[in-house]
Structure formats: C-alpha cells, structure tokens
C-alpha cells in the first residue's frame, strides 16, 4: 500500500539557521510529490511539487526539496529560516492509478526561535 | 478570485443533531476534494467529485456521513446523527485538473459537543 512517512513531529531550529524536513515514500511507480504548509487556522498551500524532470524543484518562499528515488525521499530544504516560516508541513504523494488522491504525511510542525 | 470558500467557519453542535458543511469552489475547477484533519488521524481524504461526480468515497467513514455537488459552485458534506468523535476540522479544496495543484479553503471546525 502507498505511504508517506514524515519521522519528526516536531523541530525548532534559530531564525536564519538551514532547515530540512524529511520525507519518505513507498510506492511501486514514479509518484507525484508535493510540499504544503499549513498556519495556524489556516488551510493549506503549496510550496512546490514534483512530477518529472530535475529532481531539484524550487518553490515558493526560498524552500526547495529534492527527489531521490534510490532512498524514496523528497525532503524539503530552505538556507535560511525566517520565523514566519513557523508553521506546520506536509509531504503528500499521489497515485498514478486512475484515482487522483493524495496521501499526506502525518506533517512535521516546525518551531523558529528568535 | 475569492479562493475557495468553506462555510461556517466554526460549528458546535450537541451529538445526535445534522451538520451541514458548504463549500464553493474556485471557478473553473473540475475537482472538488473533502478533507477531514484530526491529531490522532491527521489529514483523511473523505470524498472527491470530478465535473460533479462523486469518484471515490472510500473514505467516508460510515453511512452518517453524505457529500453532494448539485453544482460545479456548490458543495455539502452533511452528517447525521453527528457524534463527538466526528469532532474536527473540514477542509474543501479545488483543483483544475487531476494532479494540479489543490487549493484549500480555510476549514470548518466542528465540534460536536
């Protein structure tokens, strides 16, 4: 069965510190993924996706993530926080079988301190 | 464009009562997506309707809970009789092909008391 693995709960890093988020996916085929961020109160919006091509995807707000098939990952980097990044991130994956559902990760909440 | 507009934006509700939830698409959108977020399940697809149609309901958790799409504007997820464990946040989200980017609204908290 397709999952999605996001192994940290929780992680505070300092404002302007390089921050990764990691993400693991099981799947047989290539699969679609994606980068959300949700604030508090709010829904979520997406930060990058990847579907072919440059396994470096950039996106919005300076972040970008990396496909790696050989460790079924796609973790999400940025060089630099600023603490409006604090926030709550999801990895999501999506089938290439018909169905056109994502699987979210259980999300990673991230704390930036001052 | 507005985004996509979920109302109310916060339901309480006593436990065997219905619930309406609503959702407006982005116009244009063919898909129409019904999330459900908990802390102990996280983020559940219900539902998805596709120019309309419901495609996949597998995750509807159980025959309380109903979603129609009358419209390509208009969507409502209903559960009836509500219990305490429906208690979480609903999310709609749109998206203008399969894959595409989908677009969250803002949510609906339920509390069903």
């Known amino acids: 069965a397709q999952s999605v693995t996001q192994p940290d709960i929780h992680i505070t890093v300092s404002e302007g510190a390089s921050l990764e988020l990691r993400c693991n996916y099981s799947?047989?085929?290539?699969?679609?993924l994606f980068w959300y961020v949700q604030s508090p109160g709010q829904g979520l919006q997406l930060l990058l996706k990847y579907f072919s091509g440059d396994t470096l995807v950039q996106g919005i707000k300076g972040f970008e993530a990396e496909f790696k098939r050989s460790q079924s990952s796609f973790n999400l980097r940025k060089p630099s926080v600023h603490w409006s990044d604090a926030a709550e991130y999801f990895c999501a994956v999506g089938q290439d079988s018909g169905t056109y559902k994502y699987i979210f990760g259980t999300g990673t909440r991230l704390k930036v301190l001052a | 464009d507005a985004g996509v507009i979920q109302s109310p934006r916060h339901e309480v509700t006593e436990m065997g009562q219905e619930v309406t939830l609503r959702c407006k698409p982005i116009s244009g959108h063919d898909y129409l997506f019904w999330y459900r977020q908990t802390m102990m399940r996280g983020l559940e697809l219900l539902i998805y309707?596709?120019?309309?149609?419901?495609?996949?309901d597998s995750g509807m958790p159980e025959d309380r809970f109903s979603a129609k799409m009358p419209n390509a504007s208009f969507s409502t997820l209903k559960i009836q009789p509500s219990e305490p464990r429906d208690s979480a946040v609903y999310f709609c989200?749109?998206?203008?092909?399969?894959?595409?980017?989908?677009?969250f609204g803002p949510g609906t908290r339920l509390t069903v008391l």
């Open positions: 309707f596709n120019n309309n149609v419901p495609i996949d």
């Open positions: 799947y047989g085929a290539t699969p679609y």
């Open positions: 989200a749109s998206s203008l092909r399969n894959y595409n980017e989908q677009f």
